[in-house]
Nanobody, 124 residues
């Protein structure tokens, strides 16, 4: 079992920055990939960014490429999402997810463990 707890959400003005963090506990954290997904009201949960087991490979959705950065610290069992140049359309509940796969997958069913989510609201 893996437990994931997100933190760092809140209100931010358009153009601003916000950092999210996810703390993991349970099975060996460093052997699997991690990802951030988000779900806006009335929309499906979508892939935002992912990072492979070592942190050497990252993948981003086109909508956030160049604005968001995902990173991980295997010694501290944490993964972070640094968001900048935020837009109102980035408003969503952001979820941290953990996979047993070493490489990054963008499909939801590749991730076995999920956090409870943290709300990010971008105001104009």
């Amino acid at each position: 079992q893996v437990q994931l707890v997100e933190s760092g959400g809140g209100l931010v003005q358009a153009g601003g920055s916000q950092a999210l963090s996810c703390a993991a506990s349970g099975r060996t954290f460093s052997s699997g990939s991690m990802a951030w997904f988000r779900q806006a009201p009335g929309k499906e949960r979508e892939f935002v960014a992912g990072i492979n087991w070592s942190g050497a490979v990252t993948t981003y959705a086109d909508s956030v490429k160049g604005r968001f950065t995902v990173s991980r610290d295997n010694a501290k069992n944490t993964v972070a999402l640094q968001m900048s140049s935020l837009k109102p359309e980035d408003t969503a509940v952001y979820y941290c997810a953990s996979s047993v796969l070493a490489w990054v997958a963008q499909r939801r069913n590749a991730y076995q463990y999920w956090g409870q989510g943290t709300q990010v609201t971008v105001t104009v």
